[in-house]
């Protein structure tokens, strides 16, 4: 029995424990040639008059046997499938057509074998090789049977001769489809281990996402508090340089996870309504204070006539536009940068490559699926090109740019960092948006790369405030939560500019309980938590929102930078998604989009006049005299005395409604809602600077919260005077404020101007009106040093910056 178990086994071990889909083939059809060929030596027994056929037949099973046993023991695959195709596939089925009727015998169906095998098991120029000679032998053989029937044996009887041609159809068919049955089984099985390991990727793939983003997150939250907070020169220098580290470390880890992500074919393209202008002008921005840095000048060439409202994968787009800027700058000494956005019609598309690179077939399916869609969608073509006069690439390198990990000139370019990804990485996402980035170079003169895209017209962002205002919002009260205290920390930090009251909780049990006391404006909530999850959490909270008929959005927070999970996220109920590390842009952007209107105070972006040294001086000893501290509260707001004010009066605003409630919250002693009221007076005592008013709340909320009566009705008269202080202090500082508020103010003088000057205004508006951008930055240059008129300059050019050439253009026709 022992022995019977071994010979099973060693048997399913020949056909289950090879690798190679060749070999398992190899041996299943040498299998199912055994069992043709021992079915035609039945056959013949019953069909034919001597026993030649049967003979062959069963030499042909004993030969295929020992072949495969050769060939699993020496492992030379190659050898056996070449004596199978000749010795048995040619030799031998030409020796049993002949002996078997010829044409009119079942032979010419299992020639089908011979063909098939070499279809499947070959590889390369061999198969085309053996597949010729294989059909050409088979067609000789016929053709020596026509030619020479002397060498035919014939059947006996039309009798024999109809059922050995119906034996031969069946039998080739049963063989054939069992060949086939075989392939597509171990096709399924070589498809099955391909998804496990791909799934197994994914996996992984989101697990390093998350390892490594979760600790950089932490990382740069911190540092941007450090940065935002450290009055020390020395410590923001140390910090800067962290910073820069740690941005070019995530840059890192987001090539290798997008590269990853690509070649696994799981990147897709997640598309939304965005405003084109917005993009342009923030890679602008961002690219001209880089190419500042380097002493390079920096031209935007954008075509006012782009429409400004887009459906697309806007962050991929920007991701290929950055990867180039990003290349120019980098291997640019000297010169200029040049960025260029375009509108173009479907002509200037076919032949926007002529003169630089004949279009391959990319292009062309790309330009056939626009002239498809046509009827369908009205589409935009925009151009984007950058251009810059730095190393070039030399003519043998320019393929080579696009492939993984390949850095051209290494020795002139050795001192530039790099992982070779970039170009590769932004092609890919090129194609997969129906581009592909194209490249003309000249070997030290520089380059220019370019591709077009096509663009369905979007919607205007339903967002009430501009992306980029700046904003507080005292009254928002908004929940975080994270089962990781440092994360906590970063995300309460990042929000302090903002006012919000901000509460955190470390598990989404935690955050039910918070909820169930309190009703917040939005919730920020981790995805990967122990137990119950973002998801389960959302869902719960949901719940206790329609219960109370209202929905706090709730956006989810994670580390996981697969392009498909924000889409899973979205439709799972988020309202939105951000990623770690925190972009604080992101963050706050979100917030204006999602907070009710009313909570978010917009604060104006206008230019202004410093104030005078003794003015701020006197307006801090005004405050200093109540107990608080004008420094506190401007570090908080980046410095801006104007946004102060406003703070100020909205904590008056509320001043006296908040004393008579927490006189009435006492009387009751109803501490639990006394304690949520301390708990927002502290908030907006910290806002406004009142440092001894928030640590007197501070300690009795904690009083409150535990009961302790006898501590808070002694405390509270000493707290109300604080108050009252804090709010005496604040009036005083608004009323000499308001004495100084228009030095803050922008005017306009009226000037009369040289005659050279007025060509200057001339040609400036005359730039403006044709929309080119840095031929009018430059004459603003010009015009600075000699007109009296900085402050509509200044406007203007800030306009332009924005490509808001129309506005440019109004407020120059007024002057």
Same mark, same amino acid.
């Given at each position: 029995?022992?022995?019977k178990?071994?010979?099973?086994?060693t048997?399913?071990?020949f056909?289950t424990?090879?690798?190679?889909?060749d070999? *398992?083939?190899?041996k299943?059809?040498?299998t199912?040639?055994?069992a043709v060929?021992?079915?035609?030596?039945?056959?013949d %027994?019953?069909?034919?008059?001597d026993l030649?056929g049967?003979?062959?037949?069963?030499l042909a099973?004993?030969?295929?046997?020992i072949?495969?046993w050769?060939?699993h023991?020496?492992r030379?695959?190659?050898?056996?499938? &070449?004596?199978?195709?000749?010795?048995?596939?040619?030799?031998?089925?030409a020796?049993?057509?002949l002996?078997?009727? +010829?044409?009119?015998?079942?032979i !010419?169906?299992?020639?089908?074998?011979? /063909?098939i095998?070499?279809?499947? %098991?070959?590889?390369?120029?061999?198969l085309w090789?053996?597949e010729?000679?294989q059909?050409l032998?088979?067609?000789?053989?016929?053709w020596?049977?026509?030619k020479?029937?002397?060498?035919?044996?014939?059947?006996e009887?039309?009798e024999?001769?109809?059922?050995d041609?119906?034996a031969?159809i069946?039998?080739a068919a049963?063989?054939?489809?069992?060949v086939?049955?075989?392939?597509?089984r171990?096709?399924?099985?070589?498809?099955?281990?391909?998804?496990?390991s791909?799934?197994?990727?994914?996996i992984? &793939?989101?697990?390093i996402?998350?390892e490594?983003?979760? !600790?950089?997150n932490?990382?740069?939250?911190?540092n941007?508090?450090?940065?935002?907070?450290?009055?020390?020169?020395q /410590?923001?220098?140390?910090a800067?340089?962290v910073?820069?580290?740690g941005?070019?470390?995530?840059?890192?880890?987001n090539?290798?996870?997008?590269l *990853?992500?690509?070649?696994?074919?799981k990147?897709e393209l997640f598309?939304?309504d965005?405003?084109m202008?917005k993009?342009?002008?923030?890679?602008?921005s961002f690219?001209?204070k880089?190419?500042?840095?380097?002493?390079l000048?920096?031209?935007m060439d954008?075509?006012?006539?782009i429409?400004?409202?887009?459906y697309?994968?806007?962050r991929?787009?920007?991701?290929?536009i950055s990867?180039l800027?990003?290349?120019?700058?980098?291997?640019t000494s000297?010169g200029t940068?040049?960025f260029?956005?375009?509108?173009i019609?479907?002509?200037?598309?076919?032949?926007?490559?002529?003169g630089k690179?004949?279009?391959n077939k990319?292009?062309r399916?790309?330009?056939?699926?626009?002239?498809e869609?046509?009827?369908?969608?009205e589409?935009?073509y925009?151009h984007f090109?950058?251009?810059d006069?730095?190393?070039?690439?030399?003519?043998?390198?320019?393929?080579?740019i696009?492939?993984?990990?390949e850095?051209?000139d290494?020795?002139r370019?050795r001192?530039?960092e790099?992982?070779g990804l970039?170009? +590769?990485i932004s092609?890919?996402?090129?194609?997969?948006?129906g581009?592909?980035?194209?490249v003309?170079?000249?070997?030290?003169?520089?380059?220019v790369f370019?591709?077009?895209?096509g663009?369905?017209?979007?919607?205007?962002?339903?967002?009430?405030?501009?992306?980029?205002?700046?904003?507080?919002?005292?009254?928002?009260?908004i929940?975080?939560?994270?089962?990781?205290? %440092?994360n906590l920390?970063?995300?309460?930090?990042?929000?302090k500019?903002?006012?919000?009251?901000?509460?955190t909780?470390?598990s989404a049990v935690?955050?039910?309980?918070?909820?169930?006391?309190?009703?917040?404006?939005?919730?920020l909530?981790?995805?990967?938590m122990p137990?119950?999850?973002?998801i389960?959490? %959302?869902?719960f909270i949901?719940?206790l929102d329609?219960?109370r008929?209202?929905?706090t959005?709730?956006?989810v927070?994670?580390a996981d930078?697969? !392009?498909?999970?924000?889409?899973?996220f979205l439709?799972?109920g988020f309202d939105?998604?951000?990623?770690?590390?925190?972009?604080? *842009?992101?963050?706050?952007?979100?917030?204006?989009?999602?907070?009710?209107?009313?909570?978010?105070i917009?604060?104006?972006?206008?230019?202004q006049?410093?104030?005078?040294e003794e003015?701020?001086?006197?307006?801090?000893?005004?405050?200093?005299t109540h107990?608080?501290?004008?420094?506190?509260a401007?570090?908080h707001?980046?410095?801006?005395i &104007?946004?102060y004010a406003?703070v100020?009066?909205?904590?008056?605003?509320? *001043?006296?409604?908040n004393i008579s409630k927490?006189?009435?919250y006492m009387?009751?002693k109803d501490?639990?809602?006394?304690?949520?009221?301390?708990h927002?007076?502290?908030?907006?005592?910290g806002n406004?600077?009142?440092?001894?008013?928030?640590y007197?709340?501070?300690?009795?909320?904690?009083?409150?919260?535990?009961?302790?009566e006898?501590?808070a009705?002694s405390?509270l !008269?000493?707290?109300?005077m604080k108050?009252?202080?804090?709010?005496?202090?604040?009036?005083e500082?608004?009323?000499?404020f308001?004495?100084?508020k228009p030095l803050?103010?922008?005017?306009?003088?009226?000037?009369?101007?040289t005659?050279?000057e007025?060509?200057?205004?001339?040609?400036?508006l005359e730039?403006?009106?044709?929309?080119?951008?840095?031929p009018a930055?430059?004459?603003?240059d010009?015009?600075m040093?000699?007109?009296?008129?900085k402050?509509?300059l200044l406007?203007?050019?800030e306009?332009?910056r924005?490509?808001?050439?129309d506005?440019?253009?109004?407020l120059?026709?007024?002057v």
């Amino acid at each position: 029995m022992k022995e019977k178990r071994s010979l099973k086994k060693t048997i399913i071990d020949f056909y289950t424990k090879e690798k190679s889909l060749d070999v *398992s083939l190899f041996k299943l059809l040498g299998t199912g040639g055994i069992a043709v060929s021992l079915t035609g030596a039945i056959q013949d %027994m019953f069909t034919s008059s001597d026993l030649m056929g049967t003979v062959i037949n069963l030499l042909a099973a004993l030969a295929s046997v020992i072949l495969m046993w050769f060939v699993h023991t020496t492992r030379k695959y190659i050898v056996g499938y &070449l004596i199978t195709s000749v010795v048995v596939f040619m030799a031998l089925f030409a020796w049993l057509f002949l002996e078997t009727g +010829a044409m009119l015998g079942s032979i !010419p169906y299992f020639f089908s074998f011979g /063909i098939i095998f070499t279809l499947l %098991m070959y590889r390369g120029a061999l198969l085309w090789i053996m597949e010729v000679i294989q059909i050409l032998f088979y067609a000789g053989v016929c053709w020596f049977s026509y030619k020479y029937p002397e060498y035919v044996a014939e059947f006996e009887t039309p009798e024999k001769q109809f059922y050995d041609q119906l034996a031969g159809i069946i039998m080739a068919a049963i063989g054939i489809g069992m060949v086939f049955m075989m392939y597509i089984r171990e096709y399924r099985k070589q498809q099955k281990i391909a998804e496990e390991s791909s799934n197994a990727k994914s996996i992984l &793939l989101a697990n390093i996402s998350h390892e490594i983003r979760t !600790p950089i997150n932490m990382l740069l939250g911190m540092n941007e508090m450090i940065l935002r907070e450290s009055e020390n020169s020395q /410590i923001n220098e140390y910090a800067q340089n962290v910073d820069n580290a740690g941005q070019h470390l995530l840059f890192m880890v987001n090539q290798f996870l997008d590269l *990853s992500r690509i070649d696994m074919g799981k990147e897709e393209l997640f598309e939304e309504d965005f405003n084109m202008k917005k993009v342009i002008l923030s890679l602008g921005s961002f690219f001209g204070k880089e190419a500042e840095k380097k002493g390079l000048e920096f031209v935007m060439d954008i075509d006012k006539n782009i429409p400004v409202n887009f459906y697309g994968d806007s962050r991929k787009l920007s991701q290929i536009i950055s990867n180039l800027l990003s290349n120019a700058i980098k291997y640019t000494s000297k010169g200029t940068v040049v960025f260029t956005a375009r509108t173009i019609d479907r002509d200037q598309l076919e032949n926007s490559g002529e003169g630089k690179e004949q279009e391959n077939k990319k292009t062309r399916r790309f330009i056939k699926n626009q002239e498809e869609q046509e009827e369908k969608d009205e589409k935009y073509y925009i151009h984007f090109e950058v251009s810059d006069t730095g190393n070039g690439i030399a003519e043998e390198d320019q393929k080579k740019i696009f492939e993984s990990f390949e850095r051209v000139d290494i020795i002139r370019n050795r001192s530039i960092e790099g992982t070779g990804l970039g170009l +590769a990485i932004s092609n890919k996402l090129a194609n997969l948006m129906g581009s592909e980035i194209k490249v003309s170079s000249q070997y030290g003169l520089g380059s220019v790369f370019w591709f077009d895209i096509g663009l369905q017209p979007g919607k205007e962002s339903e967002s009430h405030f501009d992306a980029d205002a700046l904003f507080i919002a005292p009254e928002a009260k908004i929940l975080v939560v994270d089962d990781n205290d %440092m994360n906590l920390q970063v995300a309460k930090s990042l929000l302090k500019r903002t006012m919000a009251i901000v509460d955190t909780a470390e598990s989404a049990v935690d955050a039910f309980k918070k909820c169930e006391n309190r009703d917040y404006d939005l919730i920020l909530m981790d995805y990967m938590m122990p137990e119950i999850d973002g998801i389960e959490a %959302m869902d719960f909270i949901r719940k206790l929102d329609a219960a109370r008929n209202k929905r706090t959005p709730i956006l989810v927070l994670t580390a996981d930078a697969t !392009p498909d999970k924000k889409e899973f996220f979205l439709n799972s109920g988020f309202d939105d998604y951000l990623l770690k590390p925190i972009d604080t *842009s992101l963050l706050e952007n979100a917030m204006k989009k999602h907070l009710p209107k009313k909570l978010v105070i917009v604060v104006s972006d206008e230019v202004q006049k410093k104030l005078p040294e003794e003015t701020k001086e006197k307006l801090g000893n005004i405050l200093k005299t109540h107990d608080i501290s004008i420094e506190l509260a401007l570090k908080h707001l980046s410095g801006d005395i &104007l946004q102060y004010a406003r703070v100020c009066g909205f904590f008056l605003e509320n *001043s006296g409604e908040n004393i008579s409630k927490l006189n009435a919250y006492m009387e009751k002693k109803d501490y639990k809602n006394a304690a949520i009221l301390v708990h927002a007076i502290k908030g907006n005592a910290g806002n406004v600077g009142g440092e001894d008013l928030y640590y007197s709340a501070r300690r009795l909320e904690k009083r409150l919260k535990d009961g302790d009566e006898e501590y808070a009705v002694s405390a509270l !008269p000493l707290f109300i005077m604080k108050w009252n202080r804090v709010d005496k202090g604040l009036k005083e500082f608004l009323d000499e404020f308001e004495k100084v508020k228009p030095l803050l103010e922008l005017e306009t003088e009226v000037v009369e101007e040289t005659e050279d000057e007025k060509d200057i205004w001339d040609e400036l508006l005359e730039a403006v009106s044709m929309g080119n951008q840095s031929p009018a930055l430059k004459l603003i240059d010009r015009l600075m040093p000699v007109s009296n008129r900085k402050d509509v300059l200044l406007r203007v050019q800030e306009h332009i910056r924005n490509i808001e050439f129309d506005e440019a253009e109004e407020l120059l026709k007024k002057v």
